[in-house]
Nanobody, 125 residues
């Protein structure tokens, strides 16, 4: 079982950067593919980025490609989302998610085993 706790959200001006962190409790973190989703007001939850359980493969959706980078540190049971060149349309609640033995791209379609509580990111214009 995993518990996921996000941190690092906040208010930033357009063009700025934030790094989100997701700390996981549990001894089997390295066996989980990890993902970031986001949900803006009035919109459906959107898959943003994923990293395979092995850490070797990553995926980012087209709207954030070249700006967001996902990484993981299995020794620290933590996954990160580095967000650069932020835009107002990136404003959303960002959720960390875990799926057992999932590959990076499949995290957008596979059932999610665990969700974090979310962290708010607000980008002002």
């Amino acid at each position: 079982q995993l518990q996921l706790v996000e941190s690092g959200g906040g208010l930033v001006q357009a063009g700025g950067s934030l790094r989100l962190s997701c700390a996981a409790s549990g001894r089997t973190f390295s066996r989980y593919g990890m993902a970031w989703f986001r949900q803006a007001p009035g919109k459906e939850r959107e898959f943003v980025s994923g990293i395979s359980w092995s850490g070797g493969i990553t995926y980012v959706t087209d709207s954030v490609k070249g700006r967001f980078t996902i990484s993981r540190d299995n020794a620290k049971n933590t996954v990160y989302l580095q967000m650069n060149s932020l835009k107002p349309e990136d404003t959303a609640v960002y959720y960390c998610a875990a799926a057992y033995l999932s590959t990076a791209q499949r995290l957008g379609v596979n059932p999610i085993d665990y969700w974090g509580q979310g962290t708010q990111v607000t980008v002002s214009s």
